[in-house]
């Protein structure tokens, strides 16, 4: 099957850091960006940070200095490391990516399930 597989998400204090993952499963990243997006309870969802498949990192305001995305794509995988998290930071975290499909006829758009990140003051 495929799809993005989250891991990493919590609960931690006001300060403290987390690391969460988005692996491609049943196939592999295109050489799209891989995006990963936040959604608090009652707002919208945002772009937090996004990777190109060269490595090049864009971020969100509001976590640049703090967040740092990266890829390993042997491992069809990318990483969000959180720190100096702020109860702001509180969401569902989702990435965003678009996988090869079989045979070479393109790629699609996938969202991850979401992995929840809960910041405490």
């Known amino acids: 099957q495929v799809q993005l597989v989250e891991s990493g998400g919590g609960l931690v204090q006001a300060g403290g850091s987390l690391r969460l993952s988005c692996a491609a499963s049943g196939s592999a990243f295109s050489p799209s960006p891989v995006d990963w997006y936040r959604q608090a309870p009652g707002k919208q969802r945002e772009l937090v940070a996004s990777i190109t498949s060269g490595g090049t990192a864009n971020y969100a305001g509001s976590v640049k200095d703090r967040f740092s995305i990266s890829r390993d794509n042997a491992k069809n995988t990318v990483f969000l490391q959180m720190n100096a998290l702020e109860p702001e930071d509180t969401a569902v975290y989702y990435c965003?990516?678009?996988?090869?499909?079989?045979?070479?006829?393109?790629?699609?758009?996938?969202w991850g399930q979401g992995t929840q990140v809960t910041v405490s003051s």
């Open positions: 965003n990516a678009a996988l090869l499909l079989r045979g070479g006829s393109g790629s699609r758009y996938y």
